[in-house]
């Protein structure tokens, strides 16, 4: 049997799936080839089965390092209810669980050993990994190697070093959902990576909607609080920048989500049940201050659908399984573009139609810079570096910003920052207008007023190209003294005329374009010259002082019909909105679906019908009690997906059930009875 039908045989049983996704077949077929991997795959594609499967034909142990150990339970019940021997070690154990856990590793009773990259500079593992046959390291998160990345961690560092410690180096496949080309190159860099494969497949999420909110801080809870009362029957994560915000957000839902609904209890109307008749909880805060039992607790009831929605910090949420989150709220604007994309993409992991609502307002913007000046030190980088790092920092935000403000498709704006230069939408419409996004943002629907801003465009790309010069007192320039050029605070400085005594001492006061915007505010000057680089029509150069130059876009600025738009602050009021936005039922190319949260989508796309609904809903409850009984999240036992595609087949076969989607031989053992009856039960 070739290495290909092999990998698809285990495909089909471990994880009932006919075919791999796109860009899993060359990843899967380089790693059993013996080749290093780096798989940059948006998140819910499948990067777990890139390395799963070939762990499984392996001989050997495959050692998997995730960053999180309080995500590798979860991991490791669902492949163990795929049929596939994993396990996990770290320090909710004790050293007798560890070393039992160690042993069949070693006698190869484990196919998969989760561990987090601290555990790799420990004695034991080290001792361990030297004496035990490892056929593959995967290391997942793999941004969080690279200094250049939104989610840097030391821990990461000594990864490299482990692997070139090891007596027979192993493949290694790094994965990762959010990775720039220079964060790529560090990757391959910093884990030694030999002659990668490199697979990057396309980053636009097209089962979710996008929308950007102005919102003052002060009317945040009241719009989070509505959404979530608008969807009873949904799980979402709200994402805060404090552990204040997330406390006293969480106590402002529980405390208002019910009056909303118009019942008592936390479930709109729903069952009560909680212990003493108390209402249950509609969300629980998690943050990095809570004690770890605290944190597990939260994590456990909203995986196990015991909390609809969890308010958190970015502490929460890295490599998440929970398949059927609905939508993700932040509260405030992340760090970077990939953060975001990393975040809002927890939101339909399972391919079904899911909401990415950002809002935000410019104290956002205050409290990010703060918080990125103040709040990063590493002791193995020299000062010099770590300046160099809050400098990237600086422009990754300034992508985040560009987000907020842009009047492009928002889904394009996303793919595009990341290199991906294909259209998320058609072309046209079919009427020789613009094509809607497919998977629908607030931008392509049109929900917001601009500004044109050529004018200052044109200012500020002159300003680039004046300042590299010097000029004498009438005015003209000497083409012999060429300057570097200036960053981005000094070109504004200088447009606006300052009087700052570096600006004079240094001549720039007989510069051409100097007071050329002098009555334009200076948050307007910034947000325009921020948004031009983020555009291409500016190139913010790296290292310890950032000097602003051309980008690839520059000579439009020219062109005698060069318009420029910026979004307007306020947003426009529409009829029959709240906030002015759309309807939180509305889902771009998807259509609208109602408050059951299902996305009660046939195969073929069109609405499920009444007793399609009663059936899923059944489906859902029968798939609560069983994970209950077990102590698992609900997801782990089916997907909503795998639900889904049983109303639309109705199985009563075991051959029938196996045709449902994510049904392996394993799934079908352990559950398919249960399920199987509850559809016959129906007619």
Known sequence: MTDNAAALGALKQYFGYDSFRPGQSGIV????????????????????????IP?????????????????????????NDAGIPAAFINTTQTPDEQGMVLS??????????????????????????????????????????????????SSYLGIGDFIAGLPVRPVVGAFTATATERVRRDIVAMLGLRDPAVTVTGFDRENLYFDVIKLETKYKAAWVARYVAEHPDESGIVYCATRKETEALAEALNRTVPTLRGGANGRGGAADDSAGGQSAPIAVAYHGGMSPDVRERAQRDFVTDAVPVVVATNAFGMGIDKSNVRYVIHHNMPESIEAYYQEAGRAGRDGLPSRCTLLWNESDIVTRRRLLDNDYENDRLSPEEQEIVRMSKRRLLDGMVGYCRTTDCLHVYMTRYFGETTPAGDGTDGTGGPAKCKGGCANCDGTFETIDVSDVARAVSRCVHDVMYDYDESGRPSRT???QGLGSGKIVAVLRGSQAQDVIDRGFDRCPSYGRLKDVPQARVRDVLSQMATDGFLFISEGRLPIVGFG???????????????????????????????????????????????????????PATEADEALFRKLRELRLEIAREAGKPPYIVFTDKALRDMVRLKPTTPEAFLEVNGVGESKLRLYGDRFMEAIAAEG
């Open 29 to 52: 077929d380089a790693l059993l080839g013996g080749r290093d991997v780096l798989g940059v795959m948006p998140t819910g594609a499948g990067k777990s089965v890139c390395y799963q």
């Open 55 to 79: 762990a499984m034909l392996m001989d050997g142990v495959t050692v998997v390092v995730s960053p999180l150990i309080s995500l590798m339970r979860d991991q490791v019940d669902g492949l």
């Open 104 to 153: 069949q590793a070693a006698h190869g009773e484990v196919k998969l050993l989760y561990v987090a990259p601290e555990r790799l500079e420990t004695q034991r593992f080290q001792s361990f990994a030297a004496h035990t046959s490892i056929a593959l390291v995967a290391v997942d998160e793999a941004h969080c190697v690279s200094q250049w990345g939104q989610d840097f961690r």
């Open 481 to 483: 003294a060429v300057r």
């Open 552 to 606: 690839r876009r520059a000579a439009e600025t020219v062109a005698p019909d060069f318009h420029y738009e910026i979004k307007r602050i306020e947003r426009p009021k529409a009829a029959g909105t709240s906030n002015g936005r759309k309807s939180a039922g509305t889902f771009g190319a998807y259509g609208a679906y109602g408050q059951s949260g299902a996305a009660a989508l046939s195969d073929g796309g069109e």
